[in-house]
């Protein structure tokens, strides 16, 4: 409650206003027991209202008249301004994982990726190609794209034994993006029971994957 006496110019005050602030400009007081105020709202007009002892009740001082201030922690307002920024970036950078990326690719890896690939969401698409084309690029390229625009979360790379390492050595290498590499040891380790679905990145053997039905069950659990 809000006591008549306590209104003063430039005082901010709610309850003048159905849902809203307002700013006092001037005071005028009618004897002891009324008040005529003359104040602005949030969008700079001036209103006058006649105020009496039976209006303090649903008076209150406020602590912030504007719905758009600068008193908010700087670190933070950079942060949430940094997190737009990048969720906005592929509308301004069709080609941002290019730019980002340690590769310099040619022009039939670019088309294949950034005409025919990423346009084609959900995604169902085979790439195939000749030997020493480029399909890690093209398959690394597409990943960092989809990662970047929050497109994908989870991803499985099912790839022959013999280029598992490879295949995360060139995505961190080329692309910054860590893959970890499935084995027995980690599902046995693992905490819920089943590694696929703790793991958002991850590279499996194709030989370790096709023998094995109860692997083939854990990697369906999580979806």
Request: hydrophobic share 40%.
């Amino acid at each position: 409650m809000l006591k008549l006496e306590e209104i003063k110019k430039d005082v901010q005050i709610s309850g003048i206003q159905p849902d809203e602030i307002v700013r006092i400009v001037q005071v005028e007081p009618v004897g002891d027991a009324a008040l005529t105020v003359y104040y602005k709202d949030s969008q700079g007009k001036l209103g006058e209202q006649m105020l009496f002892r039976s209006d303090e009740s649903r008076l209150s001082l406020a602590t912030a008249g504007r719905a758009w201030a600068f008193d908010a922690p700087g670190a933070e307002f950079k942060l949430g301004l940094e997190a737009w920024r990048i969720s906005q970036v592929a509308l301004f950078d069709p080609m941002m994982a290019v730019h980002t990326s340690n590769v310099e690719p040619l022009p039939h890896q670019i088309s294949a990726v950034y005409e025919s690939m990423l346009p084609r969401q959900p995604l169902r698409f085979v790439l195939a190609d000749d030997p020493g084309a480029g399909k890690t690029i093209m398959a690394g390229l597409l990943i960092r794209e989809l990662l970047m625009r929050a497109d994908a979360k989870r991803i499985l790379i099912v790839a022959p034994g013999s280029l598992t390492e490879q295949w995360q050595d060139e995505l961190i290498e080329k692309f910054s993006v860590t893959f970890e590499i499935f084995s027995r040891e980690k599902q046995e380790q693992c905490a819920s029971g089943n590694y696929f679905e703790e793991a958002n990145q991850l590279i499996c053997r194709l030989d370790q994957l096709s023998r094995s039905e109860e692997l083939q069950e854990k990697l369906e659990a999580p979806g």
